[in-house]
Nanobody, 117 residues
Framework: QVQLVESGGGLVQPGRSLRLSCAASGFTFSSYVQSWYRQAPGKERELVASISSAGVGNYADSVKGRFTISTDVSKDTVYLQMNSLKPEDTAVYYC???????????WGQGTQVTVSS
């Protein structure tokens, strides 16, 4: 059974940091592209960051220089280190894995991040 389980969300003040984790199981983690998306109230879900199986990361312009995506293949886990958080980063964050043959796309259940003073 495929599972993506996020953790690490919460309430944080502007300028502080959070690290999200997403533990994967049930598929070949190292062969998939791992990503983080977010969805703010009233807005569409947007791609925040992704990392290929080769370890190459890509970021939305809004988070470049503040967020870092990484993986630990030994733990089948993808992380999102979020620094210098802003109120506009408030959203539900979802991890996503895509790849395999046949092509599959998997989603986590989401974790709430609220940036507020």
């Amino acid at each position: 059974q495929v599972q993506l389980v996020e953790s690490g969300g919460g309430l944080v003040q502007p300028g502080r940091s959070l690290r999200l984790s997403c533990a994967a199981s049930g598929f070949t983690f190292s062969s998939y592209v791992q990503s983080w998306y977010r969805q703010a109230p009233g807005k569409e879900r947007e791609l925040v960051a992704s990392i290929s199986s080769a370890g190459v990361g890509n970021y939305a312009d809004s988070v470049k220089g503040r967020f870092t995506i990484s993986t630990d293949v030994s733990k089948d886990t993808v992380y999102l280190q979020m620094n210098s958080l802003k109120p506009e980063d408030t959203a539900v964050y979802y991890c996503n894995a895509r790849g395999g043959f046949p092509w599959r796309v998997y989603w986590g259940q989401g974790t709430q991040v609220t940036v507020s003073s």
